[in-house]
């Protein structure tokens, strides 16, 4: 007759033995695949002779991917900018608006430092975290060097403390101007 201290650690070690496999088993299915070699082969180069004058369709084409061009780095532009300028923290010493200097055209710059070097942040905790959410490029005027853009944001604002959190939705309306060859923000408004 087996004892039951040995009935025992049979049990155990049968127990150990699954437990064992079933780690063996989940290790081989979920294991990951190796990779397999990426062969790479060279493509032929075939040069095209260009024609002098490109066809209607082609110009059309070209025009169209120069405004593609310019409205996506204006909507780049433009969600640095937001993100950056709505973000406060008044232990930072108004460095978002320092940050976003070289973002903006001469005057508007001149008008930030002013403001900057004039204001004292408050004495009680006070930050305001902003992320982007959309970017609409309202209007782009490429023959004056214009742009308008509307920037939908979430802004989640502290005050006193960390802990008390407010979260608010709030667009910013964007004014851009061309200033050497580059787009550059010169008017800021809170909608």
């Known amino acids: 007759m087996i004892s039951q201290k040995t009935r025992r ?70 969600k640095t900018f937001a993100e950056r300028y709505g973000s406060y923290s008044n232990e930072a010493n108004f460095a978002n608006l320092r940050d976003v200097i070289p973002l903006m055209n001469a005057s508007f710059a001149r008008e930030t430092l002013a403001f900057v070097d004039a204001a004292t942040a408050p004495v009680d905790y006070y930050a305001v975290t902003t992320r982007v959410i959309s970017v609409s490029v309202d209007a782009v005027d490429e023959a004056t060097g214009t742009a308008t853009v509307t920037v939908t944001t979430q802004r989640e604002e502290a005050k006193g403390s960390v802990q008390n959190v407010s979260v608010r939705y709030a667009d910013l309306r964007l004014t851009f101007v061309t200033e050497n060859g580059s787009w550059k923000v010169s008017s800021v408004s809170w909608l």
């Open 9 to 78: 650690n049979i049990f155990l070690t049968i127990l150990i033995l699954l437990v064992l496999l079933l780690m063996f088993l989940l290790w081989w299915f979920l294991r990951p695949e190796p990779a397999a070699p990426i062969v790479i082969t060279p493509t032929p180069i075939v040069t095209i002779p260009a024609s002098d004058t490109g066809s209607i369709s082609e110009t059309r084409q070209q025009e169209e991917q120069v405004s593609r061009n310019q409205t996506a780095s204006i909507q780049s532009a433009s």
